[in-house]
């Protein structure tokens, strides 16, 4: 109202002064108000006149065009089956008093829309860089009804209101499609594809846990609470979303961990892998079959700055499938040929393409530099230094034994204590890891502890060796 009455202050004055000969037709700031404020008021007045006073037009105009923008957004007819009395409510309402076409439903119930991937720790974007690129995907079980979000709001967990969004009005799910939101303006240049909304950097999603929930007018229509226990976790591998079982697609089933697994399917300029606006795929697993299905590419076997070697020796461990996630549950761990003093736990996945580690403690991010994906029973598993022999074994067959000795030409563990062996990323196999001469020491440091450095690649590719 304040806006209109001082507008109208200003035609009265600056109409008088233009009739003074005050018009400045060359001012760019006159030409862009004239074309983007169809506003009424304007049509008999010199819009040159007006532009002596810019700041006071934005402001007219902000206002008048918002009226324009909803009436060309309630375009879609026919959807209205399903609206019900909410129908009229949404979000384009504001304003409009002239009882025009009628949009597509708000989403009105729990379930209405249901989230189906979340990709919290993409990789690509620079350290701590996450809100660069990560999404949210949404999809609408309906057979018939297309919903409008607009109005409806996103936030990365319930109750951080300074995080909501607000979606515009006008964006429409259709029946049984899938839809993407995300933290920053996304091409496929720079990240694969294209979200349908900007939710923005303030809603950071937690690589460790959080609890995406969309609302509308008041109704939480889904929320996903990953944090909790028995979901895969994005921060255990970086890169992979977390998806909805194809079989479960629907917002009760989507609170249980077991009907979440990683995403599979490579979609952007960087390792990462997911189905953005897309059907999820199948969350089976398998159990490894074959020598070779995995492949042993690094060996901590004399860590520094620990009391004593147990404390953080491990071993990384590569899938070298481009589709098949390999679960180890019932395989074992063994530090040389005939052992296996480990058994693995169910839930130890290997996504394709994907290194993970098998370590001899538990290990954090504060107490070892990143998080091990399982934990093996420290007593008789011990790595020596001189030369051993680690192995995965599923069902009596020996996926994969990594040998290492200085007899057989590998690098001398005792000479470069803190750097892991690590196989040359040109040689990813079962068979070239067991020549020596495919193994080097890393140089690169991740973990210094009491002031040593720690040297390797853990749960991400190696360095090339030097010739
Ligand atoms: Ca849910
Ligand atoms: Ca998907
Ligand atoms: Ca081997
Ligand atoms: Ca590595």
Known sequence: ???????????????????????????????????????KDNSGENNSGENNSAGDNDGDNTGDNTTGGENSGNTTEGDNSGGGVDGGDSAGSAGDMDGGPVGPP?????????????????????????EKAEWIELYNPSATVTFDLGGCTFNDKPGEQTADFTFDPGLLIAPGAYLTISSATFTVATHGFVSSAVY??????????????LTCKGVTIDVVDYAQAGFPKPEIFEGYTIQLNPEKLNGADNDLGASWCYGKQAFSPHPNHGTPGLANEACATATPALAGDLVITEIQAAPVGYA????????????????????LGGCTFGDKAGDADGAIATGTIVP???????SSAMFTENTHGFISDFAYPASGTGLSAGGDGPNIVCNTVTIDIAKYSLADGFPDFATTEGATAQLDPAHLT??????GANWCFSTVTFFTAMTLDNKGSPRKPNVVCAP
């Open 308 to 327: 004593d070697d147990a404390e953080a020796e491990w071993i990384e461990l590569y899938n070298p499938s481009t589709t098949t996630t390999y679960d």
């Open 200 to 213: 923005g950097s303030t809603a950071g999603l937690s690589g460790g846990g959080d609890a995406p929930i």
């Open 106 to 130: 708000s989403p009105s119930a729990a379930g209405d829309v249901v989230i189906t991937e979340i990709q919290a720790a993409p990789v690509g974007y620079g350290v701590d860089m996450d």
């Open 430 to 435: 079962a068979t070239d890891n067991d020549s």
């Open 1 to 39: 109202m304040n806006r209109r009455l001082s507008k109208a202050l200003l035609i009265v004055t600056f109409g008088a002064m233009v009739a003074c000969g005050e018009s400045d037709q060359d001012d760019p700031a006159a030409d862009v108000d004239a074309g983007s404020n169809p506003s």
């Open 352 to 358: 394709p393409g994907a290194y993970i580690t098998l």
